[in-house]
């Protein structure tokens, strides 16, 4: 007997073959699509199939954000509507499954069809905060585990105000040491669907991250834990499909860009079931057609997200385009000028640091639309204010520095730790209301030189106001200078309604910047 696992992860709302920073584009990825790939492998499958989506779901897309912020009231069941259309026997909690609070995401679980497997985000009782640890499914007389588990990851909202305070974690590999040798002795096939991802080289097993955070924990998790027969990894966007530890596993991208799959042929052996050859695949949907019910369920919701996205909200004077993202974080753009000025305003910082998050979107076009804003600004969270010290802000441009490297040419490059295994251009910040420069040649811990604010040399123990995301002002993206503890104000509303109720008060920008730092080899 053959036994199919056919997974999705990491779809963050991306329903349509789109990035939204053109109109009616045709883009190689999307649920859409995905879905009539799983559709077809159901129905050509030999054998019994599970069908698993590995978190991330609710949000990270223009059309998430227009369900989860903008419509009145707001209601995740459009979406979640859609994502019914799909057979899933099983799904995961992601960590951006808690962007929009518990509450929102309470109703859209409520909603879902997908019974969801969540062993290690737990309420104060230790009980599971939403669905159930594990299911066992029969299916052509095998019985299948399916054990769910979440990335650390999802504490960074701990401290968020609408997280429910009663969050709780367990590492994903304490909790699989616990349930997996159990879960051996009730059902045939034990299936861990995790949404994280790998730690270490899966070629080389070298370390590519920090173990301090436990953000990523598979390669420990196959490692330690006997009993997996399939592994479905998520979080860091890859697309694997690969044999660790004698397990298959696999991790199918992210946007609907691919599908995993797991075939496990099974023998009986004393009246249950047990592995004796696997294959693994990601399948591409590049190619695929739209899937007809989604294309039906979601076809007024496109448009609607499209009308809201064309809506003009300003003018204006100058230029707020760029064509390189990668200049334009080495070089000061009167777009990243005009994000830090809004946050300086909005929080009444003496600083402002911010992001150019991916390179997708290349700044505002004129007249500046809430396209141009939901494309560049891509992540629903508010802003922070934090007090910090002279020796903090130092810190946290040693740290940002270190997104950049010298090549063998002796050229500036992006250190490969920001695009490998994951892209987190994310994690570079680039600062306003100091100068200083940024010398890539020199060693790390020591790039930062010429800081001064107002004219002057900062000093350690100096005191300053500054305005970031809430992501990173708890310390998000390995910035331990930043804590929760140093918040001294919040704006929860998310930055892309603060940029547009900007835009409404000045309906006339004028493209500007002042060049207050530099990276130089």
Known sequence: MQLTILSTSDTHGYIFPTNYVKPRAHMPFGLIRAATVIAAEQRAAPGPTITIDDGDFLAGSPLAYYVAQVQTPPDPLPLTRIYNQIHYDAAVMGNHEFDYGTQYL????????????????????????????????????VKIAILGLTTRAVMQWKNHAN??????????????????????????IVIVAYHGGFERSLKTGKLIE??????????????????????????????????????????PGYRGEAVGKIVLDLT??????????????????KSSKFDEAIAT???????????????????INGDLTFKSAAKARMVETPYTEFIQRVQLETMG?????????????????????????????????????????????KAALEKTATYFTMSADQQIVVNPAFYSPKLRHYNYDMYEGINYQIN??????????????????????????????????????????????????????????????YLRRHPVITAEADQNFTVMP
Request: no cysteine; proline share 4%; net charge negative.
């Open 106 to 141: 309470e109703r859209a679980l409520n909603a879902t069809e997908r019974p969801i497997v969540n062993a290690n985000i737990l309420d104060n009782a230790g009980r599971p905060l939403f669905g159930q640890r594990y299911r066992i499914i029969e299916r052509g007389g």
């Open 163 to 188: 997280v429910a305070n009663d969050v709780h974690f367990r590492t994903a590999v304490s909790v699989a040491k616990e349930l997996v040798p159990y879960l051996k002795k009730i059902a045939d």
């Open 210 to 251: 920090s173990l301090s955070n436990g953000e990523n924990e598979a390669y420990q998790l196959l490692e330690e834990v006997k009993g997996i027969d399939a592994l479905i990894t998520g979080h860091q966007h890859r697309k694997i499909a690969t044999t660790l530890f004698g397990v298959p596993v696999t991790q």
């Open 268 to 285: 009986p052996v004393d009246g249950g079931y047990v592995v004796t050859v696997h294959t693994v695949h990601v399948i591409d949907t």
């Open 297 to 315: 369920h979601s076809r007024q919701l496109d448009k609607t997200v499209d009308y809201w996205l064309a809506e003009p909200l300003a003018q």
């Open 349 to 393: 910082a003496d600083i402002s640091a911010t992001s150019i998050f991916n390179n997708e979107g290349h700044g505002f076009e004129n007249p500046i639309t809430m396209r141009n804003i939901m494309t560049n600004y891509v992540y629903p969270d508010g802003l922070a204010l934090e007090l910090i010290t002279g020796k903090d802000l």
């Open 440 to 501: 890539v040649a020199q060693p790390i811990g020591k790039r930062i030189s010429n800081l001064t604010y107002q004219g002057q040399p900062v000093r350690d123990e100096q005191e300053f106001k500054i305005a970031l995301n809430r992501y990173r002002a708890g310390g998000g993206g390995h910035y331990d200078m930043f804590q929760a503890d140093k918040i001294i104000a919040e704006n929860k509303t998310p930055m892309s309604q603060i940029i547009a109720d």
